[in-house]
């Protein structure tokens, strides 16, 4: 049974910071691994995703995953008050189940 | 306009009722999912359908039941409902199963 831990559970940061959310899983077979962002009331939505040891970089997010440690984490440059959210770090078996963790709140205060 | 259809928003049901919860995607993907996010619990997966074949079901209970008429369409009915089953219930779409999974913007059901 797959477990994915997020850390921290919330985060406080000033506007212009660079913030880092981090991830655990428990399954080495796992394939994809993503982060959602869900701001409150909305459905969550797909920031990126990655598949393969290294780092992916698209604007402002910067994802790195590292199978051996079971670890993956989204790095945010330049947070905006906009970047204020939940995020929800998952991951993918090979039926399309994702399996999420509790979330990290963020806040970027302005 | 909306590409993945949720009905209804909202919905008030009473203990030992039933309810079918719709989804409708127009994105043209081959997968679709149902997750439920309570104030108890993360945003958990329930079902997995591709080409209307069900991939997997990680609900415990019965008492939820996938429906797939078309190929984009993917609706949830609840039976015996109970107040633990208050939750936001999300349908969601896929090209295939490793790619983007696109969420509806999710239908609130409180039972009372």
């Known amino acids: 049974q797959q477990n994915v831990q997020q850390s921290p559970e919330s985060l406080i940061v000033p506007e212009g910071a660079r913030t880092s959310l981090n991830c655990t899983f428990s399954d080495s077979a796992s394939q994809y691994f993503w982060w959602y962002r869900q701001h409150s009331g909305k459905a969550p939505k797909a920031l990126m995703?990655?598949?393969?040891?290294g780092e992916k970089e698209e604007g402002r997010f910067t994802i790195h995953l590292n199978k051996a440690s079971l670890h993956f984490s989204l790095h945010i440059r330049d947070s905006q008050p906009s970047d204020s959210a939940l995020y929800l770090c998952a991951v993918t078996t090979n039926t399309g189940k994702l399996t999420f963790g509790d979330g990290t709140v963020l806040t970027v205060k302005p | 306009d909306p590409k993945i259809i949720q009905k209804p928003k909202y919905l008030v049901a009473v203990t030992g009722s039933e309810k079918i919860l719709i989804c409708e995607q127009y994105l043209g993907h081959n997968a679709m999912y149902w997750y439920r996010q309570s104030a108890k619990k993360p945003l958990e997966f329930m079902f997995s359908y591709s080409y209307q074949k069900l991939m997997d079901n990680q609900t415990a209970s019965s008492r939820f039941q996938p429906q797939s008429s078309k190929k984009n369409h993917l609706d949830l009915q609840i039976t015996a409902l109970k107040p633990d089953d208050s939750a936001t219930y999300f349908c969601?779409?896929?090209?295939?199963?490793?790619?983007?999974?696109?969420f509806g913007p999710g239908t609130r059901l409180l039972v009372l």
């Open positions: 995703s990655i598949f393969s040891n």
């Open positions: 969601a779409s896929s090209q295939d199963w490793q790619d983007t999974q696109y």
